[in-house]
């Protein structure tokens, strides 16, 4: 199973250009959209949730065609927004139960049993009475997913999930989505390239609303190897580091800052490290803002 986008665009009323020609395969399994705010990840998911249309270009589901078939797409799909709106002050198992029953399963026992299968999935069994407006953070997520995997879909769309999580909650939430994403399509739109790195068998990288890169985050990180330099430099130095190199991360570090530069040579007294793939992530975002400015 695979979704097939092609040559997907979009631009908004405003004349922002949210998506250029986008092509991108996923396969089945945990799939990673990184890119920074603004970059057109929730444009792309929408798109693919069928919440919006696109200007050009087609999205192909398992052989549907996700534009003009919306109905059945919408069968085979889970979409976890960024923000779920206002949680209500009804407990998880009757909302669960409720969207069940939108989702057309009206045999009362079915929807009984299937409502207790993904509590325990989601581990909220033990909370399942309580109202959602009470819920923490990450069992809102996990709440978001259980409602998501009404329907057993084909496909599902998580965006920005980890935002506001604790560690212990993401982890949990981490889990739960590779447990997941062994079968089916999971798309992870997120600008936190630690959840991409921990999670995803195959992954690309957006900005600006064009397609950087895509491929497994292991092959990826391969092709900038021996091209990331580090170097720990003061304070005051950064700026003329700056300037002179082309610097693709800084970060304090005991007072310090550790900068990472991308070249093909050693820039100038740094040290050759083995990459990952937050430089993978900061050398693409860094090319296309430079083609941009030439
Ligand atoms: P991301 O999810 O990566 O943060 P978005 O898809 O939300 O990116 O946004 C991509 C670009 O499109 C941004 O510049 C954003 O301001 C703009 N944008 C998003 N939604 C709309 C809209 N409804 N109308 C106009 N511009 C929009």
């Known amino acids: 199973m695979e979704l097939k986008i092609t040559n997907l665009s979009k631009t908004y009323p405003n004349g922002v250009q949210a998506l250029r020609n986008v092509d991108l395969t996923i396969p089945t399994g945990m799939f990673g959209l990184l890119g920074p705010n603004g970059a057109g990840k929730s444009t792309l998911m929408r798109t693919i949730a069928t919440l919006q249309e696109a200007d050009s270009g087609s999205i192909i589901l398992d052989g549907m065609d996700v534009l003009n078939q919306k109905n059945d797409v919408r069968k085979q799909l889970g979409y976890l927004p960024q923000e779920f709106g206002v949680y209500p002050k009804i407990s998880a198992e009757m909302m669960l139960d409720h969207f069940a029953e939108l989702k057309g399963i009206i045999n009362k026992k079915e929807r009984k049993e299937l409502v207790k299968a993904l509590l325990e999935q989601t581990n909220l069994y033990h909370v399942r009475k309580k109202n959602l407006s009470s819920y923490s953070g990450g069992m809102k997520q996990r709440f978001g997913i259980a409602q998501a995997l ?56 957006i900005n600006e609303g064009q397609l950087l890169l895509q491929g497994e985050p292991s092959e990826v990180i391969k092709n900038v190897e021996g091209k990331i330099w580090e170097k720990v430099i003061e304070k005051h130095e950064l700026k003329e580091h700056q300037e002179k190199y082309n610097i693709i991360s800084s970060r304090l570090y005991t007072g310090k800052i550790i900068i990472h530069a991308y070249s093909e040579v050693n820039p100038d007294s740094f040290n050759l490290v083995s990459p990952s793939l937050e430089d993978v992530y900061f050398s693409s975002i860094k090319k296309v803002k430079q083609t941009t400015n030439v």
């Open 150 to 205: 009404i329907g057993n879909p084909k496909l599902i769309i998580v965006d920005e999930p980890t935002a506001g999580l604790d560690p212990a909650e993401r982890n949990r939430f981490h889990n739960l989505l590779s447990e997941i994403g062994e079968n089916i399509i999971v798309i992870l739109s997120t600008h936190i390239v630690d959840d991409v790195s921990d999670l995803c068998k195959n992954m690309a990288i």
